[in-house]
């Protein structure tokens, strides 16, 4: 139990490059609240570790309680915390993973009228995955070339939104490091854990996001619409190392990509699936279709 720890060694459950002990957070705690009782703390902070097999350790636990109770800490992470160990109210906090998707750029407006700009997004490591926000310059210094690389993001807050999701906000203070020299990309999950290869494709799929190699592009067709607009399509012959797909592009979809892209690794975001009559699958675009092209091999391809 979390009691037998703390009387043999509070130190045992520092956190590397946290100010905070175990002990620290109970102290607060207990000062915040004067009507809880430290047995029964410890009792629900153990609860909550055992509740995330393994996914939390004693300190996130202990602060997650906090954060729930409404007791604020400022904590300042000077190592990398694994995103396992993120919980709300942290700050300065150090985090790094792989960029698994980039959000557009997106532009809004402050209550002054002065204009701003947000980003999100998403890291993943071998514990999880997080959203992060970025704020102004931050937002305009990335774009989609980020996706698939390794991220360090420096001096960040943690939030969580009114879903109960957690997020990291980025802002004017923070740093983001692009493939930091200490770090090894082997020690992120490849980005093909979370997008599927062409080959992993099956009738049985609806929608989904699909990776691998452009292999031809076919000239872009017109046609008229029954109310008489025109409509463009374009088929793209998709690959990986075990199979291949047509992509059906229509409309806006089919002018985002050209000849130019045979060779290059492809990201088809929201794909509508469809088994053609001879029992063969195409994936289709739709409203909300993105088409990224990156600029290199994707980790986990062959």
Partial sequence: MLENYLCADVTHFRVVGCSNTLEDIIIKILSAKPDLKRDEILRMI??????????????????????DL??????????D???????????DVTVSGRVIYVHPLEKFLYSDGREGFRRSIYLADNTGFIKAILWNEAATLINEDLIDRVVRLSHVSVKRRGSGRLE??????????????????????PITR????????????KHLSVIGLVERVYPQSTFKRQNGSEGRVRRVEVTDDAGKVFAVLWDSCANAISEEAVGRYIILLNMKVKVRFDGRVEIHSGDRTRIILLGRKPSGFK
């Fill in 194 to 205: 979370f997008i599927k290869k062409v080959s992993e494709i099956t009738g049985l799929d």
């Fill in 46 to 67: 153990d609860e909550r570790v055992r509740g995330a097999d393994g996914f939390l350790t004693p300190e996130s636990a202990a602060l997650s309680l906090a954060a």
């Fill in 81 to 91: 915390l694994q995103i396992k160990d993120i919980v709300s109210g942290l700050s």
């Fill in 168 to 189: 990291l906000s980025v802002g004017r203070r923070s740093r983001i490091e692009i493939d930091p020299g200490d770090l090894s990309e082997k020690d992120y999950p």
């Fill in 70 to 79: 409404g007791i604020s800490f400022r904590v300042s992470f000077k190592h």
